[in-house]
């Protein structure tokens, strides 16, 4: 059995007395009311102990998400910044080449 990849846009959850029903719904491509219309990819049912230890894994993988993102952002504003101290030092030097060549 082959699975093809869905790009999921929308998830519900239903609790049941020992199970959790997701659902998933993906863009079907048809324009709605000004919107993309969202339709029912697939449901999964699964136990309340599974469900726990897929939302945990969910929150470890958000975690290292928003980590790497972090740090992306702290290296590109480390960049920023280097950069506009190299254009200020080059600033400082051209005035003084300017009142260097005031002078004469």
């Known amino acids: 059995?082959?699975?093809?990849?869905?790009?999921?846009?929308r998830v519900n959850v239903?609790?049941?007395?020992?199970?959790?029903?997701?659902?998933?719904?993906?863009p079907s491509g048809a324009v709605e009311r000004?919107?993309?219309?969202v339709e029912e990819a697939f449901r999964i049912v699964?136990?309340?102990?599974?469900?726990?230890e897929v939302a945990a894994l969910m929150t470890?993988?958000?975690a290292e998400y928003d980590a790497h993102v972090a740090a992306l952002e702290?290296?590109?504003?480390?960049?920023?910044?280097?950069?506009?101290?190299?254009r200020?030092?080059?600033l400082d030097l051209d005035d003084r080449i300017t009142q260097t060549a005031?002078?004469?």
């Open 1 to 9: 059995m082959t699975l093809s990849p869905a790009f999921i846009s």
């Open 14 to 26: 239903i609790n049941g007395p020992d199970t959790a029903m997701i659902c998933f719904g993906a």
């Open 34 to 37: 000004g919107g993309i219309k």
């Open 46 to 52: 699964m136990s309340y102990r599974l469900l726990r």
């Open 60 to 62: 470890q993988k958000v």
């Open 74 to 86: 702290a290296l590109r504003n480390a960049e920023a910044v280097k950069a506009a101290v190299e």
């Open 88 to 90: 200020r030092t080059i």
């Open 102 to 104: 005031r002078l004469q």
